[in-house]
């Protein structure tokens, strides 16, 4: 446990004012429409969004997450950390796409790919999948700090996670992603400092880079500052295999959408960005700032483990990097750490409020329930549906025992048997709605079969993650490829609107040629004339 | 004729073209640069530095390719973007069956 002193709390009470007050602050605008209160108005310039990006992607349970990783990895772990890279990509495709089509989020994005009864389908398919998988995660993220408050103060669990989450649902209740966005700027700048303050400060605690090196040397551990110290080809627990495996899930997932479960998120950033431009700059830099985050985590993790080598138990050397701030930093920065982590938490927490009560409030209320709702009626709806999720989250949070097992499951289980088809949806214009919907329901029974019920019966052994992916990718094609082929293309008229708007990339011919004939894409050479004038 | 072209008009723009793929091959380049760079450059590794400052080089060089073709794509959207938000919210409301 850790004695606060009154500057520690001084810090954490400032900040809790500060930063509540200014998500507050925004309640006019949020209050404006459905689109001020989901997407800022699509008004905000590329570093806003790119803010969100990362402050939203730095929860509590990351460091806990990245110091697992890299205390047993070495600095290879950070490769684990690599699936954020499908940004790189997709900041300059999917992002691009995404953005021209304007759609609020991707199940209503699902409606102007696809047509008709299969496109309605998977709106309330994708919808209702993200208002819980946001409850799930809100659940997930607000349990860690559950523990990081049993570690600090010795409190019950259900404290730390009830405390915080609600008093950021002040703010989201109040001004929507006007709040989330103009607070989570705020704590992104409080929490890279922090990151870097409590780094350096452990790596000086551990003697300096110097002496982490000559150390690791002397332990026989030097390895651990090879990004590429893989356990053999296929053998051990971090093979080359894998390596392969997850760099094409990260960068050739870029072309795609909902190929990582980020993409729920990023897409809310994307839409609200003030323009395509500003949507590609945003994803692609927030990312950035997230595996240059992740590298600082490293090289603290570095320097615990040079002080603390032999740690086994997994929830104990997860710890390491807070340790590093709460056992080596003075006293009063101490307290902004903790204002700092708080800050990463409730980030976390906002975005993901609010963006589950965007898919209840534009997929399934307004669509399904009310199309004639008011703006003023859906601003209400939000909020209420936030609460419900704020209500939920308490409940799957408390269900939660290990953060890391969860979290590398559910990453996983959501990556692989439609991770084809979240590619083929935006590069090929012959897959249809039946071959994408059948892919989700394969996906859903063929994951548990492979990673659970089956090597459970001895039927197949217990495979490896990333063999588990090729599997399921390869069983899941056996059944959304026929489905697609035995099914009708969407209409060719859909797709030429489609086409026109969003301007895919990959294998769209067919559509490009009839929208040629009919003189859609003509009237863009037009102008083109009219500008050499 | 330069390789890389930085002129746009609105037309050529939009076409998937060698400047997007450039930027496709060199974006993942610049993450993994950017992430060893870092974490080696924490530890005072030399190869670390080189690694950063080539990631930030390639970074800057990612950005002068895409930057003119992203802003020309994005003065011409604007104009249409607000007959697109009606036929959106028109959609969500079934006023305007797909298709």
Redesign the interface.
Same mark, same amino acid.
């Given at each position: 446990m850790i004695e606060f002193q009154f500057l520690d709390w001084f810090w954490v009470v400032l900040f809790l004012l500060v930063t509540v007050g200014l998500g507050v602050a925004f309640y006019r605008l949020g209050k404006r429409s459905e689109s001020d209160f989901f997407l800022a108005g699509r008004e905000l310039p590329w570093w806003l969004p790119a803010s969100s990006v990362y402050a939203t992607h730095t929860a509590t349970d990351t460091p806990i997450w990245v110091t697992g990783v890299v205390y047993k990895y070495g600095?290879a772990g950070?490769w684990y950390t690599?699936f954020a890279?499908w940004c790189?990509?997709s900041?300059?495709?999917s992002t691009?796409i995404f953005r021209?089509s304007?759609?609020y989020t991707q199940a209503?994005w699902n409606?102007?790919r696809f047509? %008709?009864v299969g496109?309605e389908m998977l709106r309330g398919w994708i919808s209702g999948w993200q208002v819980f998988m946001n409850m799930f995660i809100l659940g997930w993220v607000g349990i860690a700090m559950g523990k990081v408050c049993e570690y600090l103060f010795g409190w019950d669990l259900w404290i730390g996670l009830v405390l915080f989450s609600s008093l950021c649902a002040i703010y989201v209740l109040a001004a929507g992603y006007w709040g989330v966005i103009m607070a989570d700027f705020q704590q992104g700048i409080i929490a890279f400092l922090m990151i870097i303050i409590v780094?350096v400060w452990g790596?000086m605690a551990a003697g300096g880079?110097?002496v982490?090196?000559d150390k690791l040397t002397t332990m026989g551990e030097a390895w651990r500052?090879n990004?590429f110290a893989f356990t053999g080809w296929f053998s051990g627990e971090f093979p080359v295999a894998w390596f392969i495996t997850m760099m094409v899930i990260a960068?050739i997932g %870029?072309f795609g959408m909902g190929t990582s479960i980020d993409w729920y998120v990023e897409a809310q950033r994307i839409q609200s960005a003030k323009?395509?431009?500003?949507a590609?700059y945003s994803i692609?830099w927030g990312?950035?700032l997230v595996?240059?985050r992740?590298?600082?985590w490293?090289?603290a993790v570095?320097a615990f483990y040079v002080m603390f080598p032999n740690i086994t138990s997994q929830s104990t050397y997860e710890m390491g990097w807070f340790r590093l701030g709460f056992e080596y930093l003075p006293v009063g920065l101490i307290g902004f750490f903790f204002a700092a982590i708080i800050a990463i938490h409730i980030s976390t927490i906002a975005s993901h409020l609010n963006l589950g009560a965007m898919y209840f409030t534009?997929d399934l209320y307004?669509?399904y329930f009310k199309?004639?709702a008011s703006e003023k009626e859906l601003v209400w709806v939000g909020r209420v549906a936030t609460l419900i999720l704020l209500l939920g989250s308490f409940f799957y949070g408390l269900m939660m025992e290990d953060i890391t097992s969860w979290l590398i499951f559910a990453l996983w289980l959501m990556a692989a048997g439609v991770w084809l088809p979240n590619i083929l949806q935006v590069v090929w214009w012959r897959f249809n709605a039946w071959g994408y919907l059948s892919a989700w329901i394969a996906n859903l029974g063929i994951s548990w079969l492979v990673v659970w019920i089956l090597p459970h019966f001895n039927i197949i052994p217990s495979l490896p993650d990333y063999q588990q992916f090729w599997l399921l990718m390869l069983l899941g094609a056996l059944i959304f490829l026929p489905v697609t082929f035995l099914t009708k293309p969407e209409?060719m008229?859909?797709l030429i609107?489609y086409y026109v708007?969003a301007?895919p990339?990959g294998w769209w011919g067919p559509v490009k040629r009839e929208a040629e004939k009919l003189g859609l894409?003509v009237h863009?050479?037009l102008?083109?004339k009219e500008?050499?004038k | 004729m330069k390789y890389i072209k930085r002129d746009w008009?609105?037309?050529?723009a939009?076409e998937?073209t060698k400047e997007?793929w450039i930027?496709?091959i060199i974006?993942?380049l610049?993450?993994?640069l950017?992430?060893?760079?870092?974490?080696?450059s924490?530890?005072?590794?030399v190869l670390g530095f080189i690694l950063l400052a080539v990631g930030i080089f390639l970074?800057w060089f990612m950005h002068w390719v895409?930057?003119p073709k992203?802003?020309v794509?994005?003065?011409?959207?604007?104009k249409?973007?607000h007959e697109?938000?009606e036929k959106?919210e028109r959609?969500?409301?079934?006023?305007e069956i797909?298709?």
């Open positions: 600095v950070l690599f890279a790189a990509i900041a300059f495709v691009r021209r304007l759609a209503e409606t102007i047509h %008709g496109a780094s790596i880079p110097t982490i090196a500052m990004p960068v %870029g323009s395509v431009r500003d590609s692609w990312t950035a595996l240059t992740n590298s600082i490293a090289a570095l534009r307004l669509h199309p004639k209409p008229e859909h609107k708007q301007r990339i894409l863009v050479e102008n083109n500008v050499k | 008009k609105p037309g050529d939009d998937w997007d930027t496709i974006s993942p610049c993450y993994i950017l992430m060893i760079g870092t974490v080696l924490f530890l005072l590794n970074t895409i930057d992203l802003k794509i994005s003065n011409e959207y604007e249409k973007q697109y938000l959106l959609n969500a409301r079934w006023e797909h298709g």
